[in-house]
């Protein structure tokens, strides 16, 4: 079992810019894939992006490619989210999750979910 706290959510207009952090501890953090998701009002639970436990392999969800990076510092147990070029689409509860299977997470079946952090970009 491993424990997430995301950070860095917020207010942001169209265009700009947001980091959000999911710090974890717990079991090694290195052993983990792990993966941000988002779930907008109405909506279902939709993948962003997941990145694989040595951070050499990446997924972007296709709404988001070419806007959205996420990366890993497994000797700090964190991981990030950068979000450049914010929509009002993009707005969202956020959620890091972790588990042992990349292709798990990739499905949205994880072990471990954080409690989410608001993005809201306006117009």
């Known amino acids: 079992q491993v424990q997430l706290v995301e950070s860095g959510g917020g207010l942001v207009q169209a265009g700009g810019s947001l980091r959000l952090s999911c710090a974890a501890s717990?079991?090694?953090?290195?052993?983990?894939?792990m993966g941000w998701f988002r779930q907008a009002p109405g909506k279902e639970r939709e993948i962003v992006a997941v990145i694989s436990w040595s951070g050499g392999s990446t997924y972007y969800a296709d709404s988001v490619k070419g806007r959205f990076t996420i990366s890993r510092e497994n000797a700090k147990n964190v991981v990030y989210l950068q979000m450049n070029s914010l929509k009002p689409e993009d707005s969202a509860v956020y959620y890091c999750a972790a588990d042992l299977s990349y292709n798990n997470l990739r499905v949205g079946f994880v072990s471990n979910w954080g409690q989410g952090t608001q993005v809201t970009v306006s117009s």
């Open positions: 717990g079991r090694t953090f290195s052993n983990y894939a």
